[in-house]
T-cell receptor, first 112, second 115 residues
Framework: AQSVTQPDIHITVSEGASLELRCNYS??????LFWYVQSPGQGLQLLLK??????LVQGIKGFEAEFKRSQSSFNLRKPSVHWSDAAEYFC??????????FGTGTSLTVIP | GAVVSQHPSRVICKSGTSVKIECRSL??????MFWYRQFPKQSLMLMAT?????????EQGVEKDKFLINHASLTLSTLTVTSAHPEDSSFYIC???????????FGPGTRLTVL
């Protein structure tokens, strides 16, 4: 069965520090992988996606993610966090039928 | 970019009443729309997939008679929570996609509170 695990429920970082959010997936075929961000009261916004090709994917707002098949991971990174990055982050796997499995999310707090 | 709206953004109703939530794709035609439910501090759980002009496909454990989904046009899908109870209180989110594309565009969500 397909599943997505985000081991960190909550992360706190200082503004300007680097960030890495972890995502591990379990999927039988080549996965389609996504990272979304959800701000309070807002819909989900797509940060980046991986379908195939280069395993390092660049997204919006300075985010990037690296697909590592050997580790079944798709971790999200940002070199320097801004206060406006505080939000909930969801990793998702696309499955047949274009349906998504979402991870449980990681809540990011940014301290000045 | 593609925009998906939901209406209402927040609704409070009495137990036993029905509530309808609308999901609209504003600037594109959505052949498929998805409905999710999100509990506080938890992930999005897919409830159902609806294709325009067809019956919705419900995920295991989702009561189709409880959560009625209609996708009558390429820009509108509705979710009706029938005979709502307090345990139906949740954040409901829809998403829409164009045929042949993987990306889903998400609405801002509807907060349902059943008293």
């Amino acid at each position: 069965a397909q599943s997505v695990t985000q081991p960190d429920i909550h992360i706190t970082v200082s503004e300007g520090a680097s960030l890495e959010l972890r995502c591990n997936y379990s999927y039988g075929a080549t996965p389609y992988l996504f990272w979304y961000v959800q701000s309070p009261g807002q819909g989900l916004q797509l940060l980046l996606k991986y379908f195939s090709g280069d395993t390092l994917v660049q997204g919006i707002k300075g985010f990037e993610a690296e697909f590592k098949r050997s580790q079944s991971s798709f971790n999200l990174r940002k070199p320097s966090v801004h206060w406006s990055d505080a939000a909930e982050y969801f990793c998702a796997v696309g499955r047949t039928g274009n349906q998504f499995y979402f991870g449980t999310g990681t809540s990011l707090t940014v301290i000045p | 970019g593609a925009v998906v709206s939901q209406h209402p953004s927040r609704v409070i109703c009495k137990s036993g009443t029905s509530v309808k939530i609308e999901c609209r794709s504003l600037d594109f035609q959505a052949t498929t729309m998805f409905w999710y439910r999100q509990f506080p501090k938890q992930s999005l759980m897919l409830m159902a997939t609806s294709n325009e002009g067809s019956k919705a496909t419900y995920e295991q454990g989702v009561e189709k008679d409880k959560f009625l989904i209609n996708h009558a046009s390429l820009t509108l899908s509705t979710l009706t929570v029938t005979s709502a109870h307090p345990e139906d209180s949740s954040f409901y989110i829809c998403s829409a996609r164009v045929q042949g594309a993987w990306e889903q565009f998400f609405g801002p969500g509807t907060r349902l509170t059943v008293l």
